[in-house]
């Protein structure tokens, strides 16, 4: 990374393009009809994007492609690793509900985290699409986008994987557990 600026350095960049690539080929179920030439030179024309693509590979989300809008012209990356990205986890749904805390803070909260990152946190919607292209969080869970209804009287939802069906639970928007943290999405 250079600095403080949100840009990799032209080894890092490199070496991520060739990370992304390889998870790419192996696994074309993802993406099928998609080209990895296509999706590389929409990278290279908006390598602002490369550095979110690098924090969720950092914090262990494996982004791959799940998509593309016809639209918008716009390649859809999501976190597909097996399980929540360890290093998202352990944390509240939103910055109000760890300030509400009074003892045992986390560290950080999803939403804040997302904002950091230049990612979008998943809508129940997108998490039931990612499922479509495999079996995650069979053994944690995502905090999801939270409707504000439910948000304003302290609640926040999450999504997991169980006997092969997803499911969407409520909790305290405070809550936070080792095996809870969040998926992402970014659009290029």
């Given amino acids: 990374m250079n600095g403080n600026k949100k840009e990799l350095s032209p080894e890092h960049h490199k070496e991520l393009l060739g990370a992304l690539k390889a998870r790419f080929e192996k696994n074309m179920n993802r993406h099928n009809g998609l080209e990895w030439a296509e999706v590389q030179a929409k990278l290279e024309a908006h390598t602002e994007k490369l ?99 439910i948000r304003r009287l302290g609640g926040a939802i999450f999504c997991d994987r169980r006997y092969d069906t997803v499911f969407v639970y409520h909790n305290s928007a405070e809550s936070y557990y080792a095996t809870r943290g969040f998926r992402g999405t970014l659009s290029l």
Avoid at 64 to 85: A, L, N, R, W
Avoid at 88 to 103: H, P, T
Wanted: aromatic share 8%.
């Fill in 51 to 149: 550095w979110s693509l690098n924090e969720m590979e950092r914090t262990g989300g494996e982004p791959d492609v799940v998509g593309h809008d016809k639209k918008t012209d716009e390649y859809i990356f999501c976190d597909c690793s097996k399980e929540s990205p360890n290093g998202r986890r352990n944390v509240c749904y939103d910055r109000e509900a760890m300030e509400s805390r009074k003892e045992h803070k986390p560290e950080n909260d999803a939403v804040d985290m997302t904002d950091a990152m230049g990612i979008e946190l998943l809508t129940e919607k997108e998490y039931r699409e990612l499922q479509k292209h495999g079996s995650f969080d069979t053994k944690t869970s995502s905090w999801v986008k939270t409707p504000f209804r």
